[in-house]
């Protein structure tokens, strides 16, 4: 985190040296992609195209997650750790029940540490929630996480099946509670339960997606609830920077987004611990 190192003194360089982003999406026309999400034709995100901007992040380990426009073929994945390194790199997949599990060992051999549900638009998901808790007990053997990206409605539709499963989860972009009210709706006050029994995790990232406000006033509306999960979860947090910024027809400045963080999260000791220390922990770097 380019800020997290200097602004405040009460961290070192060196121990922000292994700082994370994680997530990232890697679209290479080398892989040919199989549903029609994300428009990704007007821009190259490509593993080169990535390192151009990892510096301004602040980073050097990255979680890239298999965007749905390649349903279950992670292959795009595996190849962006290996450019990456397997010692700086990590994977989250996409997979269905008919998963072998010769399939599945070698996919945490290339590095993927997890299994995504991108479920908040069924319409262009490649899996469904009625897969979720078979697939838990299939991962759990290999201490996976499931990676949730569901709105603040279908969190509180399925939590007694987030209940039942064995593994970690963790939810993406803030749990998607909506603006207005967040921390009232009845999803925040599961995820503060989960975060605080340690089943969960929550990603500070893709502030846009939920903010009204827009890049010029950097996501403000955001801050309130960004700072209410950073002063009740500190250890349970993990950053990300969302690149390349799908949902964006102009992405925002690298330096702009990882300085994000530094406004929520105060002193370098808890930026340290969400960038370096808790995303060891969750991807074992």
Known sequence: MSQATHSSGDV?????????????????????????????????????DYRRVQPAFGTSRTVVVTPRNYDIDNAVTLDAIRQLGA???RGIATVRPDVSDAQLETLHAGGI???????????????????VETLAHRVH?????????????????????????????VFDHFAR?????????????????????????????????DSLVGAAES?????????????????????????????????????AISAKLCDWAGTGLIRQRIL?????TLYGF
């Open 87 to 89: 010692d700086r790199a």
């Open 219 to 255: 996501y403000a509306d955001i801050d309130a609830m960004a700072r209410h999960w950073v002063s009740v979860a500190p250890e349970r947090l993990v950053w990300g920077s969302d690149w390349p910024h799908t949902t964006l027809r102009r992405s925002p400045a690298a330096g």
């Open 12 to 48: 070192s360089a060196d121990s922000m040296a292994s700082a994370c982003d994680t997530h990232i999406h890697i679209f290479d026309r080398r892989f040919p992609e199989t549903l029609a999400a994300d428009d990704m034709s007007r821009v190259s995100a490509t593993v080169d």
């Open 113 to 131: 540490r997890g299994i995504r549900f991108t479920l908040y638009t069924p319409e262009h998901a490649p899996t469904d929630f009625d897969m």
């Open 177 to 209: 509670l909506p603006l207005q009210d967040a921390l009232a709706h009845p999803a925040c006050r599961l995820v503060e339960q989960w975060l605080a029994g340690g089943r969960a995790w929550l990603k500070l990232s893709a502030p846009y997606l």
């Open 276 to 280: 370096v220390d808790n995303a060891a």
């Open 141 to 169: 053997e290999l201490g996976w996480h499931l990676q949730l990206h569901w709105t603040a409605e279908q969190i509180v539709q399925h939590s007694a099946m987030l209940d039942r499963v064995p593994t970690a989860f």
